[in-house]
């Protein structure tokens, strides 16, 4: 039941953004313009491509990102059994969870916390 | 307390005295997706024009006041001409993920809209992981930023949305620890019992101190999260005109702005379901009278306003703080929040092994 439920809310939100879409592209007006198409730029035309390398900084951090949030999926079945596993789960759960500090420890060490 | 399980029921009665036993189910979902879409257009809306009259009234201005009795219909008004005018497809850009980018940020945010307890018995859908699938589903809505600022084959689209991936990825973390803490201390991830549960007290109160901190932190990363108030510098406008979405026109641009205000919403009645007690009133062991009169007003009235609280909390960070750099946001995240979050995770396993809560 409550996966049909979340399939009926799946296909409100597609049938919001299309008809709206739809509704809109019947009422507006349109004219053409060659000077209408181009990128947004204070007026001044595009140097180069847009699409290029870019800073690697943010790889990092989506990097780091994917060790923690990957540990919070490991911790969430934990959670839900801290009462029943007890103090012997808990042992375990800080010993993953310190392995996984150290890694942070030495990302900070490293500087790759540092913005630069 | 009004029950809405008996309106649901009653319309399913009257639906199957009327129609045959094949489509009660069907004329029941299009109820429920005509339920969804009303309740989020109207809720956005709502917020749209608050967030003007804050802002306003912050600032020692008036707000929109000429549309309607005190500006109440501005933000309609504004939706309207929104609906009329022209989706300019700009030269050069990715037309597939320019066009999906809208759907992938509304359907991030109508499910999640789709799975909170408003009141006693009107909840949608209700897992019995809930909470893991808030987090997931939220997280959809990063993919659609970056789609957006990728298609759109401008530079500072392309700036805009990087920022906001680094930031709502990082920020993601610690509002996942911090539901991550409560869930530690409730014990189950489904969202109606996680509300049951705090009858007696909300969590906020029964959790000492390490639920206090959770709460904070999980307001300061909501703030981030939803790319507002000191964390804006996604589509810093002095800097990057709109980020994201400079590209977009007409609806296209309405479906994120929508988008922005209902993650707002979402935030806030998460806050409200997992540390204010959800649409329970407020009841204090041992005070009868007091417990019986709280029970008196209606289980939506007290999550509405509950949510309008913690809303309003967030918008005060606005138009309070200055904007961060990004060094700085990534240093407030990796530095001070995380590591507070791992520890107050610590703390509350040791408050909930040892039982030295409420």
């Known amino acids: 039941m409550n996966l049909a439920l979340f399939v009926v809310v799946l296909l409100t939100a597609i049938a919001l953004v299309a008809v709206a879409l739809t509704l809109s592209r019947l009422l507006s007006p349109r004219s053409f313009n060659k000077q209408k198409g181009e990128a947004y730029e204070c007026g001044i035309p595009t140097r180069g491509r847009s699409w290029m390398q870019f800073k690697v900084g943010y790889y990092l951090f989506a990097i780091l990102f994917l060790m923690f949030d990957v540990e919070a999926v490991f911790l969430f079945p934990w959670a839900v059994t801290v009462r029943e596993v007890g103090v012997m789960g808990l042992v375990n759960v800080i010993f993953f969870v310190v392995i996984l500090v150290l890694g942070l420890a030495y990302a900070w060490k490293k500087g790759a916390l540092e913005w630069k | ?117 408003f009141a006693k018995g009107l ?146 009645s998460v806050a409200t379901t997992i540390f204010l007690g959800g649409w329970m009133p407020l009841h204090i062991p041992g005070w009868e009278a007091f417990n019986a009169a709280m029970d008196w007003i209606p289980s939506l009235l007290w999550f509405i306003a509950k949510v309008a609280v913690v809303i309003f909390i967030i918008m005060w960070f606005k138009w309070t703080f200055p904007r961060l750099r990004i060094d700085q946001l990534l240093r407030l995240e990796w530095k001070y929040l995380l590591p507070i979050n791992l520890v107050n995770l610590l703390l509350m396993v040791l408050v909930v092994v040892f039982e030295l809560h409420f």
Not at chain 2, 200 to 213: C, E, S, V, Y
Request: charged letters at 15%.
């Open chain 2, 1 to 117: 307390m009004f029950d809405f399980s008996v309106v649901t029921k009653w319309v399913d009665m009257m639906l199957r005295q009327w129609l045959p036993e094949s489509w009660v189910l069907t004329t029941e979902f299009v109820l429920i997706g005509l339920c969804v879409l009303v309740g989020y257009a109207i809720i956005a809306l709502v917020l749209i024009y608050v967030e003007r009259k804050v802002c306003a009234f912050f600032q020692c201005r008036l707000g929109p006041n000429r549309v309607g009795p005190y500006g109440l219909l501005q933000s309609f008004a504004d939706m309207f001409k929104m609906l009329t005018k022209e989706l300019i497809e700009v030269n050069h850009v990715d037309r597939f993920l320019f066009n999906l980018a809208p759907y992938i940020v509304i359907i991030s945010s109508v499910l999640a809209f789709g799975c909170i307890p």
């Open chain 2, 123 to 268: 909840e949608i859908i209700d897992f019995n992981v809930g909470v893991f699938f808030l987090i997931a589903v939220s997280s959809i809505g990063i993919v659609g930023i970056l789609l957006a600022g990728w298609s759109s084959n401008n530079k500072y689209s392309l700036i805009g949305a990087m920022r906001s991936g680094a930031q709502m990825i990082s920020y993601e973390l610690s509002i996942g620890l911090s539901i991550l803490t409560m869930v530690v201390f409730s014990g189950t991830m489904q969202l109606s019992t996680i509300v049951a549960e705090q009858a007696d007290g909300w969590f906020l109160f029964r959790g000492h101190i390490p639920a206090l901190i959770a709460f904070v932190v999980y307001l300061i990363a909501g703030t981030a999260e939803t790319n507002r108030g000191p964390f804006d510098l996604p589509e810093a406008d002095s800097e990057l005109t709109a980020g994201y979405h400079t590209e977009y026109s007409g609806m296209h641009f309405g479906f994120f702005y929508l988008a922005e205000y209902l993650n707002m919403f979402v935030v806030a």
